[in-house]
């Protein structure tokens, strides 16, 4: 039995069309707990593709890949939808935020889908989750009222809404400011050593990706090198 | 609030614009669909009831439902008959005071024995041609509403002269006869009588008024020529919906000829069924037609919200809580403007009603309309299910998006 939280088992990813293109071809590897992972690579290498796969946004072509030592592929579209709901916190590079709701809102939706807490839980969870990324005084507002960098601290705080293990994000500093970037690395670096999550960035900024656990390098939708550090950064 | 509801609320409040051009389209379409139910129903009941009032319920007469077979062509199989002369006088029914009395036993309701009969009336110089109708003034009023239209005098003033009738006012007017005028009336049969104007009537049907007169049974066996006859039994059911049936029965019981007001009028009620078709396809158009303007927003929005249709994906929503959402966005397009409609039909039908109009066939000054809890929940519901359906489209397409797509394009 796997330890793995994520698994990728063989998975290859090719989009049919009069010329076939192959997004992602016979990657395997396994994601354990407390793991902070940089996938990276050249632009349209399949970064993003492969964690597309990871966090059940896609269906691989072959392969299957595997949440907590299960199969994704058997699973129905619900069952996959349950388990990015529970077990999956995505973070984009845009901070994909709903522009009509409050912040507390948008961090509260992940909640009110799963529907396992009250509905004052649930407000006081997201206040607290906007309060620890120091965003408690913008509570109230819409996310178009906040810079770049509290957006996307606000759609940190949306992948943890249901205390997910995993937290997959795709260039999640790509389109901040330096400040904003280190605030937010620095987000993602405490969810690992803070909160015991696990989290799984694509970027394309070295200098980050060597402060990471472990780097996946992914080149023409291979796995070109899985290295390790020597001690978590 | 419950989370389906907020996300559509949320939609549909901030397309404010294009959410109200929809629902002033579903409310215009329920309004005038409650308008046109009001009035054409309400016509229709009119009709109908003044039809009911106006007429006897069932009208049992002298001929008989099988023509009688000759003695001859029951004992032969093939048997020709050539210058038979039939019995000029009308048979009239046979023992009607006993047929009577055994349907009394049984049919839910009153009745009457009556004499029909045509003639002449002539007054002034002037000769128009009568339906007399003979009855018995004690219990006409049980099966006719004819005392409640007198204008002048009663039915009970036909026991004041000896060959007493009572006009039509349009009949009396016609030939510049008035209360106490002698007028002569000569029926098909030869007989000639005078007879004295003892009251009008008027039914509000311009046929009645102006070809009937209502004399004593007596006298119209006079003018028959026939002491004794009855040629019709005229019943009125305690519910006129029921005269069908009552009808049939009878006519087995007596053997005579039994119509309900329902089969003698059969093909006005079957126009009205007609014009029911035409106007439930009619508001089902109308319905349709504001349905479009509900797929319009509800397709717009979600062309808008393509991405956050990815996002809420991604983050772990099923495609029918997807679909609910844009559901429920035409639900509460749908609804509003049928609460609205409500309203609006309410008020285009109070102003139809107030229209003042003349027509020439009755006396009715005020489009009959008629208010019915039916209309609006039908309305309500041809709306709810169009916007159900306006909406439905849109809804899958939405939860059949595939969120890598949106991503990949938005990034």
Do not use: C
């Given at each position: 039995?796997?330890?793995?939280?994520?698994?990728?088992?063989?998975?290859?990813?090719?989009?049919?069309?009069?010329?076939?293109?192959?997004?992602?071809?016979?990657?395997?590897?396994?994601?354990?707990?407390?793991?902070?992972?940089?996938?990276?690579?050249?632009?349209?290498?399949?970064?993003?593709?492969?964690?597309?796969?990871?966090?059940?946004?896609?269906?691989?072509?072959?392969?299957?890949?595997?949440?907590?030592?299960?199969?994704?592929?058997?699973?129905?579209?619900?069952?996959?939808?349950?388990?990015?709901?529970?077990?999956?916190?995505?973070?984009?590079?845009?901070?994909?935020?709903?522009?009509?709701?409050?912040?507390?809102?948008?961090?509260?939706?992940?909640?009110?889908?799963?529907?396992?807490?009250?509905?004052?839980?649930?407000?006081?969870?997201?206040?607290?989750?906007?309060?620890?990324?120091?965003?408690?005084?913008?509570?109230?507002?819409?996310?178009?009222?906040?810079?770049?960098?509290?957006?996307?601290?606000?759609?940190?705080?949306?992948?943890?809404?249901?205390?997910?293990?995993?937290?997959?994000?795709?260039?999640?500093?790509?389109?901040?400011?330096?400040?904003?970037?280190?605030?937010?690395?620095?987000?993602?670096?405490?969810?690992?050593?803070?909160?015991?999550?696990?989290?799984?960035?694509?970027?394309?900024?070295?200098?980050?990706?060597?402060?990471?656990?472990?780097?996946?390098?992914?080149?023409?939708?291979?796995?070109?090198?899985?290295?390790?550090?020597?001690?978590?950064? | 609030?419950?989370?389906?509801?907020?996300?559509?609320?949320?939609?549909?409040?901030?397309?404010?614009?294009?959410?109200?051009?929809?629902?002033?389209?579903?409310?215009?379409?329920?309004?005038?669909?409650?308008?046109?139910?009001?009035?054409?129903?309400?016509?229709?009941?009119?009709?109908?009831?003044?039809?009911v009032d106006a007429l006897p319920h069932i009208s049992i007469t002298d001929?008989?439902?099988?023509?009688?077979?000759?003695?001859?062509?029951?004992?032969?199989?093939?048997?020709?008959?050539?210058?038979?002369?039939?019995?000029?006088?009308?048979?009239g029914i046979k023992n009607p005071m006993a047929t009577i009395a055994s349907l009394q036993t049984w049919v839910p309701g009153a009745l009457t024995p009556s004499v029909q009969s045509?003639?002449?009336?002539?007054?002034?110089?002037?000769?128009?041609?009568?339906s007399i109708i003979g009855i018995d003034p004690r219990t006409e009023a049980d099966v006719s509403n004819i005392a409640t239209h007198m204008?002048?005098g009663t039915l009970n003033s036909l026991y004041r002269a000896s060959n007493a009738i009572l006009?039509g006012?349009?009949?009396?007017?016609?030939?510049?006869?008035?209360?106490?005028?002698?007028?002569?009336?000569?029926?098909?049969?030869?007989?000639?009588?005078?007879?004295?104007?003892v009251g009008?009537f008027?039914t509000?049907?311009?046929?009645t008024?102006?070809?009937t007169g209502y004399v004593l049974l007596k006298t119209a066996q006079v003018l028959e020529?026939q002491t004794g006859i009855v040629n019709e039994i005229r019943v009125r059911t305690r519910d006129p919906?029921a005269a069908?049936?009552i009808s049939?029965?009878i006519?087995?019981q007596t053997?005579y000829?039994s119509i309900s007001w329902?089969?003698a009028?059969?093909?006005?009620?079957?126009?009205?069924?007609?014009?029911?078709?035409?106007?439930?396809?009619?508001?089902?158009?109308?319905?349709?037609?504001?349905?479009?303007?509900?797929?319009?927003?509800?397709?717009?929005?979600?062309?808008?919200?393509?991405?956050?249709?990815?996002?809420?994906?991604?983050?772990?929503?099923?495609?029918?809580?997807?679909?609910?959402?844009?559901?429920?966005?035409?639900?509460?397009?749908?609804?509003?403007?049928?609460?609205?409609?409500?309203?609006?039909?309410?008020?285009?039908?109070?102003?139809?009603?107030?229209?003042?109009?003349?027509?020439?066939?009755?006396?009715?000054?005020?489009?009959?309309?008629?208010?019915?809890?039916?209309?609006?929940?039908?309305?309500?519901?041809?709306?709810?299910?169009?916007?159900?359906?306006?909406?439905?489209?849109?809804?899958?397409?939405?939860?059949?998006?595939?969120?890598?797509?949106?991503?990949?394009?938005?990034?």
């Amino acid at each position: 039995m796997s330890a793995a939280l994520i698994e990728a088992r063989g998975v290859s990813k090719v989009l049919a069309g009069i010329v076939p293109v192959t997004l992602v071809q016979d990657i395997s590897l396994a994601i354990l707990p407390r793991e902070f992972i940089a996938i990276t690579g050249p632009s349209g290498s399949g970064k993003s593709s492969l964690l597309y796969l990871l966090g059940l946004l896609d269906l691989p072509t072959t392969g299957e890949v595997l949440i907590d030592g299960q199969s994704t592929t058997v699973m129905t579209e619900d069952e996959r939808a349950e388990v990015r709901l529970t077990r999956l916190g995505f973070v984009f590079q845009f901070h994909f935020l709903l522009p009509e709701f409050s912040i507390t809102e948008n961090v509260a939706l992940p909640m009110r889908a799963l529907g396992r807490l009250p509905p004052r839980a649930i407000v006081a969870r997201a206040e607290e989750l906007l309060d620890s990324f120091g965003l408690g005084d913008h509570r109230h507002k819409t996310p178009d009222q906040l810079s770049g960098g509290q957006r996307q601290r606000v759609a940190v705080a949306r992948a943890l809404a249901n205390d997910p293990p995993v937290i997959l994000a795709d260039e999640p500093t790509g389109s901040l400011d330096s400040v904003s970037t280190t605030q937010v690395f620095g987000i993602l670096r405490d969810l690992v050593a803070l909160r015991g999550k696990t989290v799984v960035a694509v970027t394309h900024d070295l200098n980050l990706a060597s402060q990471m656990h472990r780097r996946i390098h992914v080149v023409d939708g291979r796995l070109a090198n899985d290295e390790t550090a020597a001690a978590p950064a | 609030m419950n989370l389906i509801l907020t996300i559509a609320w949320t939609h549909v409040r901030h397309r404010a614009r294009q959410t109200l051009v929809a629902i002033a389209g579903v409310m215009t379409g329920v309004g005038f669909s409650i308008m046109m139910a009001a009035m054409m129903e309400g016509s229709q009941d009119d009709f109908i009831r003044t039809l009911v009032d106006a007429l006897p319920h069932i009208s049992i007469t002298d001929e008989l439902r099988e023509p009688t077979r000759q003695p001859a062509d029951i004992v032969y199989a093939a048997a020709e008959f050539h210058g038979l002369t039939p019995d000029v006088r009308r048979p009239g029914i046979k023992n009607p005071m006993a047929t009577i009395a055994s349907l009394q036993t049984w049919v839910p309701g009153a009745l009457t024995p009556s004499v029909q009969s045509k003639a002449v009336l002539r007054f002034a110089g002037r000769n128009l041609t009568t339906s007399i109708i003979g009855i018995d003034p004690r219990t006409e009023a049980d099966v006719s509403n004819i005392a409640t239209h007198m204008k002048q005098g009663t039915l009970n003033s036909l026991y004041r002269a000896s060959n007493a009738i009572l006009l039509g006012d349009r009949l009396a007017n016609k030939i510049g006869a008035r209360v106490n005028s002698n007028i002569t009336l000569a029926s098909a049969e030869g007989a000639s009588m005078n007879a004295t104007v003892v009251g009008t009537f008027h039914t509000g049907f311009r046929m009645t008024d102006e070809t009937t007169g209502y004399v004593l049974l007596k006298t119209a066996q006079v003018l028959e020529r026939q002491t004794g006859i009855v040629n019709e039994i005229r019943v009125r059911t305690r519910d006129p919906m029921a005269a069908r049936l009552i009808s049939e029965r009878i006519g087995e019981q007596t053997g005579y000829k039994s119509i309900s007001w329902q089969e003698a009028q059969e093909d006005l009620l079957s126009a009205i069924t007609l014009r029911n078709v035409l106007m439930y396809t009619i508001v089902g158009a109308i319905l349709l037609v504001a349905s479009f303007g509900t797929y319009n927003i509800i397709s717009t929005i979600t062309h808008e919200k393509t991405r956050d249709i990815a996002i809420l994906k991604s983050l772990g929503f099923r495609d029918h809580t997807i679909r609910a959402v844009f559901i429920v966005e035409s639900l509460l397009v749908g609804l509003v403007g049928a609460v609205l409609g409500w309203i609006f039909g309410y008020l285009l039908t109070r102003g139809l009603a107030s229209l003042e109009f003349k027509t020439p066939f009755s006396d009715y000054n005020h489009l009959p309309v008629l208010y019915s809890v039916k209309h609006y929940l039908l309305a309500t519901g041809v709306a709810l299910l169009s916007s159900v359906v306006a909406g439905y489209f849109p809804a899958r397409s939405a939860a059949r998006l595939h969120p890598v797509d949106i991503i990949r394009g938005a990034t």
